[in-house]
């Protein structure tokens, strides 16, 4: 189904499913608010991820390419039907074209607990880390690209596959550790992946900005968030992702400012890129139109 008319228009059914402890996977299609070009106010979903991992027994994710939802659908089938595990899956999908490249060595399990790394950069100097999800990878790993080649700026880029599972283990651990307090803490798995990796983060989601920020806690460094607040409109898929401002260019504007938050970069060479990226720094925030 429309993933905008799973969660917002039969949440009952979907909330009566986990207390059922059905099985099964959910797909929501034509997932996010600037995939689905056209339609609209009424069809695009910001908030399907933040509704999902209200249900307990809801595994949600939301892949970018075909490999990690083979990889998904593979663990939830074996989880579901050989496990016995009473749970299941919202997996959101969608519908735009870009090529899918082969699985890398050794994602299978970053991509089950939430996040692996899709782009190690090379070189010195200034770096950043980039987070992505769904379609919104790509404009994740364009932005890596500008940012290398026109700002003197390496990136790391990270596939985030599902932010609520990533929560949900960090609270496990925080839990875990607070009733533990003579044992070895628990880290949790985002601290882990980015233990002594040099930031700030940045994360795009087209979803809410809620979603990316269940995480922040367990980022280690100055984390800035963009996402689709506000209603959705009919124009194509750049002019969306440019008036939601979850683009490449803002993706890369975020990430020169944040270095400059950290006393890294100077404020004057950021406000040299507001224009060379071709943005307007007076344009209406789009939460308030």
């Given at each position: ?7 917002q ?97 050794g994602?299978?399990?970053?991509i ?11 070189g ?72 002594g ?61 944040a ?31």
């Amino acid at each position: 189904f429309y993933s905008m008319f799973g969660f917002q228009r039969i949440g009952d059914f979907i909330w009566a499913a986990g207390d059922m402890q059905v099985r099964g996977f959910l797909i929501g299609g034509t997932a996010g608010r600037t995939t689905l070009a056209g339609e609209g106010l009424q069809h695009q979903d910001g908030q399907s991820h933040i509704l999902a991992p209200n249900i307990p027994n809801c595994v949600a994710y939301d892949p970018a390419y075909a490999y990690e939802l083979a990889v998904i659908i593979h663990s939830g089938m074996g989880r579901m039907y050989r496990e016995q595990e009473n749970v299941f899956y919202y997996i959101t999908c969608m519908n735009e074209n870009y090529a899918h490249p082969a699985i890398p060595e050794g994602a299978e399990e970053g991509i089950l607990k939430g996040m692996y790394r899709v782009r190690s950069a090379d070189g010195s100097g200034h770096r950043v880390q980039l987070f992505g999800s769904g379609a919104i990878l790509r404009e994740a790993l364009a932005a890596a690209e500008a940012l290398e080649q026109q700002f003197n700026v390496t990136a790391d880029v990270w596939s985030v596959t599902s932010y609520s599972e990533l929560r949900r283990d960090g609270i496990d651990c925080d839990r875990w550790n607070r009733r533990n307090p003579s044992a070895s803490d628990r880290i949790p798995y985002v601290s882990a992946c980015l233990k002594g990796i040099d930031g700030p983060f940045i994360a795009a989601s087209d979803y809410m900005r809620i979603v990316p920020d269940q995480i922040r806690q367990w980022v280690p460094g100055r984390f800035v968030v963009l996402g689709t607040d506000g209603f959705g409109r009919s124009d194509s898929r750049a002019a969306l992702r440019e008036f939601f401002e979850i683009d490449s260019s803002n993706i890369v504007l975020a990430a020169l400012n944040a270095l400059a938050d950290d006393g890294k970069l100077d404020c004057e060479k950021v406000q040299a890129a507001v224009a060379a990226l071709g943005l307007d720094p007076d344009k209406s925030n789009p939460v308030n139109v």
